[in-house]
């Protein structure tokens, strides 16, 4: 059972920035690809950013894309995401979720039987 652990959500002006963190309780995230989804009130869960288990391969959602960064450290303890740029439309709770190795659709929720408990990011205007 891989337990996951985000931090690093809050309150942040439009334009401002926040880094998320993941970590993966008692484990690294060797041969884990990790993907981060978000879900707004009244809205549907989306896809945000996804990082491939080599950490040769990253994807994102076109809403993010140039102002989002998905990342991990050099030990593979814990994965990032870096958002910059940030707009009243970024706000939801935040879910950091993994599956051990190749992930064939990262856009998919499902996918990734390994979830975390969600931080909340909230962007002013």
């Known amino acids: 059972q891989v337990q996951l652990v985000e931090s690093g959500g809050g309150l942040e002006q439009a334009g401002g920035s926040l880094r998320l963190s993941c970590a993966a309780s008692g484990r690294t995230f060797t041969y884990y690809s990790v993907g981060w989804f978000r879900q707004a009130p009244g809205k549907e869960r989306e896809f945000v950013a996804a990082l491939s288990w080599s950490g040769d391969s990253t994807y994102y959602a076109d809403s993010v894309k140039g102002r989002f960064t998905i990342s991990r450290d050099h030990a593979k303890t814990t994965v990032f995401l870096q958002m910059n740029s940030l707009k009243p439309e970024d706000t939801a709770v935040y879910y950091c979720?993994?599956?051990?190795?190749?992930?064939?659709?990262?856009?998919?929720?499902?996918?990734?039987?390994?979830r975390g408990q969600g931080t909340q990011v909230t962007v002013s205007s």
């Open positions: 979720t993994a599956q051990r190795l190749g992930v064939p659709r990262v856009t998919d929720w499902g996918q990734y039987p390994y």
